[in-house]
């Protein structure tokens, strides 16, 4: 039963261009939200967090939005580089909790 | 200086062994965690440890067993492999329960 989902295995953007990473999750009780970037054969690196009380955190080119109502959460990349090119990881924590809930990740590709 | 280490980083094993994998973190974590990474590509957790308590034991065999002899070491032993264990296991440490998480590189196990 999986709680985080991302539903676009793969997305292929141009260099310049935004890249748009889409992540739904089912428990209202997530209230801490996190996105991974993986390179093959390296562990994910952390990347950027929200919690509930926000619905926008920026970091430079990372944005993440948080619709709560919809448990919807995206992660902008703006301008993209061929360097962003990776596997994108949601995950999400239950405020009662003390684990993530990952999704099974999208492929970014940025063209150059 | 690696941050989350484990070894080895590729295992190729027959099925009826035992094997172990090591994981260290120089972070000072009080964190550590056992991620499995099946061929579908969904991370799950394990196991997580905090200050060498056991908190989080997903529903794993019982032929997996993790050991954590100090808060910068969570090693795991795993009896009896079978073709199911493929997967690529990932150690990672927080500073605090569901922070954000520092994965180590992955040991990609083969059970042939």
């Known amino acids: 039963d999986q709680q985080v989902k991302q539903n676009s295995p793969s997305l292929s953007v141009q260099e310049g261009r935004i890249s748009i990473l889409n992540c739904d999750y089912t428990?209202?009780?997530?209230?801490?939200f996190l996105w991974y970037k993986k390179y093959p054969a390296e562990g994910p690196t952390f990347l950027i967090s929200?919690?509930?009380?926000?619905d926008k955190n920026e970091d430079g080119r990372f944005t993440v939005f948080l619709n709560k109502s919809a448990k919807h959460l995206s992660l902008h990349i703006v301008p993209s580089q061929p360097g962003d090119s990776a596997v994108y990881f949601c995950a999400a924590s239950p405020n009662t909790g003390n684990q993530f809930y990952f999704g099974t990740g999208t492929s970014l590709t940025v063209i150059p | 200086d690696t941050a989350v280490s484990q070894t080895p980083k590729y295992l190729v094993t027959q099925m009826g062994n035992d094997k172990s994998i090591k994981c260290e973190q120089n972070l000072g974590h009080d964190t550590m965690y056992w991620y499995k990474q099946d061929s579908k590509k969904f991370l799950k957790i394990m196991f997580s440890y905090n200050n060498k308590e056991l908190i989080i034991n997903e529903t794993v065999p019982n032929r997996f067993s993790p050991k954590s002899p100090d808060k910068a070491h969570l090693n795991l032993h795993i009896n009896s492999l079978e073709l199911g264990d493929s997967a690529v296991y990932f150690c990672?440490?927080?500073?605090?329960?569901?922070?954000?998480?520092?994965f180590g590189q992955g040991t990609r196990l083969t059970v042939v």
């Open positions: 929200i919690s509930s009380i926000k």
């Open positions: 990672a440490s927080s500073q605090r329960e569901a922070a954000e998480a520092f």
């Open positions: 428990n209202s009780m997530f209230d801490y």
